[in-house]
C-alpha cells in the first residue's frame, strides 16, 4: 500500500483527538480437521490449533499498535462453529470443549473466542442440538467464549423451532448469571444471514468457506466521523453523505495498513477489514451523536431512521472506495449499553424498544445488548428473535438479537456490564404474549425474493 504523508498526518489526528482504533484484530482458525470420537483428544487437538495458530497474536498486535501509533483494542479468534465438530458428543462433553477453548483464550491473552456456535437456519444435526442445549451452561462457566445460532436466511426461510428454542436459552443463561446481571447473555447472539468473515463479538465464526487461517481487522471511528461532521453544519444532506464516505475512506486506509502488518508478521493471509461504527462509553464516541449532528435533536425521533440509512450507506460507500477487501458486516451498529448517546435517549424517552427494531432495517446488525425486564418471558424472546430474522430475511442483510433480560430488575434501572460492554437502562416488553405463535413452530417459508437464480 502506498500511503501520503497527508495521511499520516491525519490518521495521527484522528488518534489523538477523536478516538479512532483498530477495534479488534481477529485471527479466523479452521478447527474441522480437530474432530475426533475420543472426546479428551478432541479437546486436544483444538487446544494445539488454537495455541499454535495464535501464539503470536497479542505479541505482535502490541508490537504494530507501538511502531504506528494507531490503538488495537482487542485481540480476538473466531472458529469454525464448534457444532460441526461434536459429532456424538453429549451435553456435558460441550461444555467441557468450550472451557477448552476459554483456557486457550486465557493462555493466549486474547480478549474473547467466538465460534461456540451451529448454523441451524434450515435443519438441526445431533450435533448443533448438543451445542444449544449447553449453551446456558457453556456461557455461564466460561469468561472469554462467545456464542451465536443461526435461525434464518433469506434463502431458507426462518427456522422456528430453534427461535422457540433459543428464547429458553437465553431466559436460562440470564438465569444462570443472575449475580451478574445475566451476562451470559452478552455473549450470545442470535443471527439472520450471518456473515462467515465477521471479526466482531460475540457473532464472530470463522465460516466453512474459509481456509486454515484468515487475519480479520474491524476498524470502528464514530468519533472521527462526528468531528468531520461537525465541521460542516451547514452541509446539506448530499454533502453530508460525502463528508462521511471521505472520512471513512481515510479510516479504511489506515485499518488496512495496520491490519496487513498484523497478518503478515504472524504468517497468516489477510482476510477482510470491517468497517463498522462500534461505538463505546467515551464522549462523542458515538453513533447517536453523529445521528444528532446531522440534524436530530435526539436519537429515536422522527427522521433517524433516514440519518441512519444515509450514513449507513456512505460508511459503506467510502470502505468500498478505499480497499478492495472491505467485508464482514461494515456499517453502523448500535448497542445500546456500548453508546451514551442511546442510552441517553433511552433515559430521555426519545428512544423504545420498536424504534431500536425499526432502525435495524438500515443499520448494519440488529437489537444489540439491550437489557430488557426480568419478567420478559421465553415466548416474548422468541418473538423478538423471529421479528428481528424476518426483518434480514426479507431486506437479504445480517440482523441480529443480542439482548439480556436482567433478573429482578424492572423498566428504568440502570444495570452496569463493565469494560468495552458498558451499562444500559433496563426496557420494557410488549405486555401481550407470543406464545400462540411461537408455539406453531415449524419454518417459515423463504420469501420470493431467494428466488434469484
Known amino acids: 500500500m502506498n500511503i501520503a504523508f497527508n495521511e ?35 479437546k486436544e487437538n483444538v487446544y494445539n490449533k488454537i495455541t499454535t495458530y495464535a501464539k503470536d497474536l497479542t505479541t505482535v498486535a502490541e508490537q504494530v499498535e507501538k511502531e504506528y501509533g494507531v490503538p488495537i483494542i482487542n485481540k480476538r479468534i473466531s472458529i469454525t462453529p464448534v457444532s460441526e465438530i461434536l459429532g456424538k458428543a453429549t451435553v456435558s462433553e460441550a461444555v467441557e470443549v468450550a472451557k477448552t477453548l476459554d483456557q486457550a483464550a486465557k493462555d493466549l491473552g486474547v480478549d474473547f473466542i467466538g ?3 451451529a448454523l441451524t437456519h434450515k435443519g438441526v444435526t445431533k450435533g448443533d442440538q448438543t451445542l444449544i442445549d449447553s449453551l446456558p451452561e457453556a456461557l ?39 449475580d451478574q446481571n445475566g451476562i451470559a447473555c452478552a455473549k450470545l447472539v442470535v443471527f439472520s444471514n450471518p456473515v462467515e468473515d465477521n471479526p466482531f463479538m460475540a457473532g464472530a465464526f470463522h465460516g466453512t468457506g474459509e481456509g486454515e487461517a484468515v487475519l480479520n481487522v ?60 462500534a461505538p463505546t462509553n467515551a464522549l ?63 433515559m430521555e424517552g ?21 437489557a430488557l425486564t426480568g419478567d420478559a418471558s421465553p415466548a416474548t424472546l422468541s418473538g423478538i428473535i423471529a421479528d428481528e430474522a424476518a426483518i434480514g430475511m426479507i431486506n437479504k442483510k445480517t440482523t441480529a438479537v443480542r439482548v439480556i433480560p436482567v433478573p429482578g430488575k424492572e423498566e428504568g434501572e440502570m444495570v452496569e456490564f463493565g469494560g468495552l460492554l458498558g451499562r444500559a437502562p433496563v426496557m420494557g416488553v410488549n405486555p401481550y404474549s407470543s406464545e400462540g405463535f411461537v408455539n406453531r413452530g415449524g419454518r417459515i417459508p423463504a420469501p420470493l425474493q431467494s428466488l434469484i437464480n
Open 8 to 42: 499520516i498526518t491525519e490518521t495521527i489526528r484522528m488518534v489523538q483527538m477523536e478516538n479512532l482504533d483498530i477495534r479488534t484484530v481477529t485471527i479466523g482458525i479452521s478447527l474441522r480437521d480437530c474432530a475426533d470420537s475420543d472426546i479428551e483428544k478432541l
Open 115 to 117: 465460534g461456540y456456535s
Open 140 to 178: 455461564s462457566v466460561t469468561e472469554r467464549v462467545c456464542g451465536s445460532v443461526s435461525v434464518a436466511t433469506t434463502r431458507t426461510g426462518i427456522n422456528m423451532d430453534v427461535v422457540k428454542q433459543m428464547g429458553h436459552v437465553i431466559s436460562e443463561a440470564a438465569e444462570r448469571t443472575k
Open 218 to 277: 474491524g476498524v470502528s471511528g464514530p468519533g472521527v466521523v462526528l468531528s468531520a461532521l461537525k465541521r460542516y453544519p451547514e452541509a446539506d444532506l448530499g454533502e453530508v453523505s460525502e463528508v462521511i464516505k471521505n472520512t471513512v475512506f481515510k479510516i479504511t486506509r489506515a485499518g488496512e495498513l495496520v491490519g496487513r502488518q498484523v497478518a503478515e508478521r504472524i504468517g497468516v493471509p489477510f482476510g477482510i477489514l470491517d468497517l463498522s461504527l
Open 284 to 346: 462523542n464516541d458515538s453513533v447517536a451523536r453523529i445521528l444528532e449532528e446531522i440534524g436530530v435533536e435526539r436519537v429515536g425521533t422522527h427522521g433517524t431512521i433516514a440519518a441512519l440509512a444515509l450514513m449507513n450507506d456512505a460508511v459503506k460507500k467510502g470502505g468500498a472506495m478505499a480497499s478492495s477487501y472491505v467485508g464482514g458486516l461494515s456499517g453502523a451498529f448500535i448497542p445500546v449499553s456500548e453508546d451514551e448517546g442511546m442510552i441517553e435517549g433511552v
Open 350 to 370: 426519545s428512544l423504545s424498544l420498536s424504534k431500536l427494531e425499526a432502525m435495524t432495517c438500515v443499520c448494519s446488525v440488529g437489537l444489540d445488548m439491550i
